[in-house]
Nanobody, 123 residues
Framework: QVQLVESGGGLVQAGVSLRLSCSAS????????MGWFRQAPEKEREFVAA????????YYADSVKGRFTISRDNAKNTVYLQMNSLKPEDTANYYC????????????????WGQGTQVTVSS
């Protein structure tokens, strides 16, 4: 099994940057695609970004393309989400997820979920 723990969320002003981190336990991190989802109150969970096990394939939601960057450091069992030019509509609880491929995550198929980290962007 894989345990995922997110960190790096907070309250920021529009236009600034945050970097979220997701630390994974277990020996199989390098075998998993990793991704990020977000969910605002009373909204459905939304795919944000995903990365393939080796980092060669990246997937982004149109709403964040050009502003967010997903990356991973397999030696540290960590995946990151660099968020630039944050907007109030980015406000949500951000969840880290793992699956067999990055493409699976893009299609909302995840095997493991973190508990989330809150990102709040003020106008």
């Amino acid at each position: 099994q894989v345990q995922l723990v997110e960190s790096g969320g907070g309250l920021v002003q529009a236009g600034v940057s945050l970097r979220l981190s997701c630390s994974a336990s277990g020996r199989t991190f390098r075998s998993y695609g990793m991704g990020w989802f977000r969910q605002a109150p009373e909204k459905e969970r939304e795919f944000v970004a995903a990365i393939s096990p080796s980092g060669g394939n990246l997937y982004y939601a149109d709403s964040v393309k050009g502003r967010f960057t997903i990356s991973r450091d397999n030696a540290k069992n960590t995946v990151y989400l660099q968020m630039n030019s944050l907007k109030p509509e980015d406000t949500a609880n951000y969840y880290c997820a793992a699956a067999g491929t990055g493409l699976a995550l893009k299609n909302y198929r995840a095997d493991y979920w973190g508990q989330g980290t809150q990102v709040t962007v003020s106008s």
